[in-house]
């Protein structure tokens, strides 16, 4: 009995030294492009499963040129508020986190940049509405104060961060590292989750050591809905949205009864007013190419010797151009989809109205109408009343002059299913 319970022990006391010990996984996402409200949904959506999955940590591998401060701010609390450690990585080589990335990777738990990485020009800049000196000082003062106590809450250089702010300064991930504004250089998130095993860090739940050597990563991306709500949110697929969506609706309109269209440009408008909420829409552009869709409509109507047309390309040329009003380039549209946009649009409604308003001038070819002008041949002599043969059809006819059977004959009329004819 006493050696079982020797065996017993030592077990129990040998077990935990052969036993590895198991942690969570570790999840990590990708984000690229524009910081806007999918995005942001798609991040709070990851810390969400993180935290429900109880991950040792999430990772964000972020390369972003800035976008909109309400999406900033949204992630920006969100990570703060996490009870999984975040650890924001500017990777790989050659991306960048400049304006609200700036913001997003202080905020992080953990900082991180590759190699050939930079960060900053974090200066607030007006979306949409122009902001006057005193709106644009007021913006300026409270995102340098924003900044600074994030900076400050993750234990990282406050000074550079309103720099960054207020003099738009980048810099190098080597600087950024001697400043102490980021936490570690990593050339690769293994080599990144080796470096920060065993470090401490403050979540909203407490402190927590992280455990990342050897852990598993669990690579996870957008899904379709995200993917292609983002590709919609481009200015330029959002203004070519616009354009079809026009199309479909001008053409059903045109054309009743084929659905198509109709269902296809109503489906087109919807996504991209959806995409305009996203962007910062020029309203006066907007009615800008109305109007021009207008003109060409007129043009087809109204005898004006092409100034509609010549009105209807400058004010849908000037109105692409005024429709994404922001001085951030990821915001504005490219000349190489205005300019056939623009061509494309007029030749569209010309040649689509031009045929719709021929067919209706086109001499109707059945019926009473159908008839009138046809050749035929008298069948009987026609004195005031006979017979004639018209449209592989023998009619009973009459005109106002003698006509012999045999003789060619023109349809003038139809009267009572009677044909009122001429030599």
Known sequence: MSKKIIFLSLIVFFTPLFVQTSYPDIIAIKTEGVVNPVMSEFILKSIDEAEKEKAEALVIELDTPGGLDTSMRSIVKRIIASEVPVIVYVSPGGARAASAGVFITLSAHIAAMAPETNMGAAHPVGVGDKMDQTMSEKATNDAAAYIRSIAEKRGRNPE?????????????????????????????????????????????????????????????????????????????????????????????????????????????????????????????????????????????????????????????????????????????????????????????????????????????????????????????????????????EIWKAWSDEPIKAGEKVIVEKMEHLKLKVRR
């Open 160 to 392: 550079w961060a309103e720099k960054a702010v207020r003099e738009s300064v980048s810099i190098t991930e080597t600087e950024a590292l001697k400043l102490k504004v980021i936490d570690i250089v990593a050339p690769d998130l293994k080599t990144l989750l080796e470096a920060v095993d065993k470090k401490e860090v403050e979540t909203s739940s407490g402190k927590h050591i992280l455990n990342t050597k050897d852990v598993k990563v669990v690579h996870k991306e957008m899904g379709v809905r995200h993917k292609i709500l983002d590709f919609i949110s481009d200015p330029n697929v959002a203004y070519l949205l616009m354009l079809l969506g026009f199309y479909g609706i001008f053409f059903e309109m045109t054309n009743p009864g084929s659905i198509f269209p109709g269902v296809f440009g109503a489906i087109a408008l919807i996504l991209a007013f959806y995409s305009f909420q996203t962007l910062p829409v020029n309203y006066a552009g907007l009615l800008l190419i109305i109007l021009a869709i207008i003109m060409f409509i007129l043009e087809i109507k109204i005898i004006s010797f092409g100034v509609l047309t010549i009105g209807g390309i400058i004010s849908m040329l000037i109105g692409s151009l005024m429709l994404f009003e922001s001085p951030l380039p990821f915001f504005k549209l490219s000349l190489k989809v205005v300019l056939p946009g623009v061509i494309l649009t007029a030749l569209f409604f010309f040649l689509t109205i031009s045929l719709a308003l021929k067919a209706s001038r086109q001499k109707p070819t059945t019926g009473a109408e159908g008839l009138v002008g046809l050749e035929g041949r008298a069948k009987t002599d026609i004195n005031k009343e006979g017979t004639v043969f018209v449209h592989g």
